[in-house]
């Protein structure tokens, strides 16, 4: 920053409370004008279920990829360490319970944060991190700068408490065949053997049409069947790891949490498709994810 625009932004508060803001996680994601994805679609739901997050952009776009006209910019990479840098001097990365991170936008970010994840991991002071490693699906490859693969391998992945593929970035991660359920599970457990605790692989092929997700420790396995609905927009999987890592934070088991955020996701693709939208309606998924009724139950595999 410079120090004329310092000097109009930095002034004294005559009247301001002595205790800092609680934050319950650090979400560090892409952001939009228009639509749901990335922190655009994470954010809203994490303040209708109660969790103070602070947001983090990677990206300012007008809106998702998916149309004919993309504006906006992916930040740079000493933006996004600025903004990273920031938070840790108002002290919200040692008060943070969780950190969750989405898309990057450039290897360079990618690697700006992860140098920023090993610093505090280094210091003793890194939130418990759920890793979303967004790299792409099956119906559109890879949309992510080759080198951010590596990135998650090799610098992400060890420092994860939980990551959330779907099945292509599973098998994109695992180097192995990982669409159907099968072959999903062995790809799981063997993405295990890299640091992480849990993983969460959604959008696995199942029978007859459904689709499977499924949450694999160290010592057990969970299978989750629902519906696949023929609709197709962004922001799902947000949504999802959004669902997920609220209800961790309010201490429910995983195939718990795990439960409620698919029904949330699906509540809010049943939405979408009702109202005939072009964008994911991220406002119907609280609701449903907070019923006590279990709609699509976790058996143990």
């Known amino acids: 920053m410079s120090d004329a625009l310092e000097s109009h932004l930095v002034h004294e508060r005559g009247n301001r409370p002595p205790l800092p803001a609680p934050v319950d996680l650090v979400s560090v994601q892409s952001q939009l004008a228009y639509g749901h994805a990335g922190n655009s679609a994470a954010i809203p739901v994490l303040r209708m279920l109660g969790v103070r997050v ?120 695992t180097g192995r065949a990982a669409l159907q359920e099968a072959d ?38 969970w299978r989750i069947r629902s519906p696949r609905l023929d609709v197709d927009v962004a922001g799902t999987g947000d949504v999802l790891a959004a669902l997920l ?18 029904a949330g996701v699906h509540a809010a693709l049943e939405s979408t498709l009702a109202n005939g939208w072009e964008e994911l309606d991220v406002l119907a998924a609280p609701a449903a994810a907070l019923a006590d009724v279990v709609r699509f139950q976790a058996v143990p595999v």
């Open 245 to 262: 890592a609220t209800f961790l934070l309010r201490g429910e088991p995983p195939q718990r949490a795990a439960e409620r955020a698919l």
């Open 184 to 221: 999903a599970l062995v790809a799981a457990r063997a993405l295990l053997e890299r640091g992480p605790e849990w993983v969460l692989a959604h959008s696995v092929a199942g029978e007859g049409g459904d689709l499977v997700t499924l949450l694999v420790g160290r010592d057990a396995a």
């Open 54 to 173: 602070a947001g983090v952009p990677t990206t300012l776009l007008s809106n998702t990829p998916f149309y004919a006209t993309l504006r906006g910019k992916v930040l740079p990479a000493e933006w996004l360490a600025d903004l990273l840098r920031g938070l840790d001097e108002r002290g919200v990365s040692r008060r943070a319970s969780m950190l969750l991170s989405g898309y990057f936008g450039s290897v360079a970010n990618g690697e700006a944060f992860a140098g920023w994840l090993e610093a505090h991991r280094d210091a003793g002071t890194a939130p418990r991190y759920l890793l979303d490693p967004v790299i792409g699906d099956t119906h559109t490859g890879a949309y992510v700068e080759p080198g951010l693969e590596t990135v998650f391998a090799e610098r992400l992945l060890p420092l994860a408490w939980m990551v959330t593929p779907n099945a292509f970035e599973l098998g994109r991660l």
